[in-house]
């Protein structure tokens, strides 16, 4: 096949492109690395590891996820983390994120004493993806879906009347009510749809910044 040298020019100048474009983002990258710091999490018990994180008022997911491609990358400065389990005190800690840096937070969650088991309960089983959504049973965080869809896995609860909600960053809330009665068996399932943080509620959103 005959090369003209015109060609050979334009390979090269492609190739010279793309090793700019290539060397441009590494350094973007490296530069974001530099200015970004870093919240690992650590939790010695199950309770821990399955306990929902909250950073400045929004919800990132669960604790023992939260790593590698769901890792937390923050701008330098102070921020709040609130870790949170059902029929446990929520744990606090503000925390400054140094540029470039890793910090570890080492989780301990201790029970509530205002934490009740009803005598009498019914049985309520979640099927929702994603797993790793928020649930919250009358306004109140509960755990992540996963904890409740799997073999074994449902909440006991008083029977009556609840309002089920199911939220994640980038997806519609999911809200409905359910009527149990006492020993009942009782399933909500569903797959969140698609959507904007603008539509979930202040229960997972950061709170607007003042005008």
């Given at each position: ?8 020019w334009?390979?090269a100048?492609?190739?010279l ?6 060397a441009s983002?590494?350094?973007?990258v ?10 690992a999490?650590?939790g010695?018990t199950?309770?821990?590891r ?13 604790l ?8 937390i990358?923050?701008?330098?400065g ?9 029929g446990y ?17 080492s989780?301990?969650l201790h029970?509530s ?13 979640l ?5 790793r959504a ?10 992540h879906?996963?904890?409740f ?8 609860i008083?029977?009556?009347k ?18 149990l009665?006492?020993?009942?068996d ?25 005008p």
């Amino acid at each position: 096949m005959f090369v003209t040298t015109m060609q050979r020019w334009r390979a090269a100048l492609c190739i010279l492109v793309w090793l700019l474009v290539m060397a441009s983002g590494t350094k973007t990258v490296n530069a974001q690395n530099q200015v970004m710091g870093e919240l690992a999490f650590e939790g010695k018990t199950k309770v821990e590891r399955d306990s929902g994180v909250w950073i400045d008022g929004g919800y990132v997911g669960y604790l023992k996820e939260l790593k590698d491609s769901k890792k937390i990358s923050l701008l330098p400065g102070e921020h709040e983390v609130i870790v949170r389990q059902s029929g446990y005190e929520d744990f606090v800690q503000k925390v400054v994120v140094e540029p470039g840096q890793k910090r570890v937070i080492s989780v301990t969650l201790h029970l509530s004493p205002r934490a009740t088991v009803p005598e009498v309960t019914a049985t309520l089983k979640l099927k929702i993806k994603p797993g790793r959504a928020a649930v919250f049973l009358d306004e109140k965080y509960v755990g992540h879906a996963g904890e409740f869809g799997g073999a074994f896995k449902s909440m006991k609860i008083s029977p009556g009347k609840h309002r089920v909600r199911v939220e994640l960053p980038g997806y519609r809330t999911f809200d409905t009510e359910v009527n149990l009665l006492a020993n009942q068996d009782t399933e909500v399932k569903t797959e969140l749809i698609k959507g904007s943080i603008q539509q979930n509620t202040p229960l997972i959103k950061p709170p607007d910044p003042q005008p």
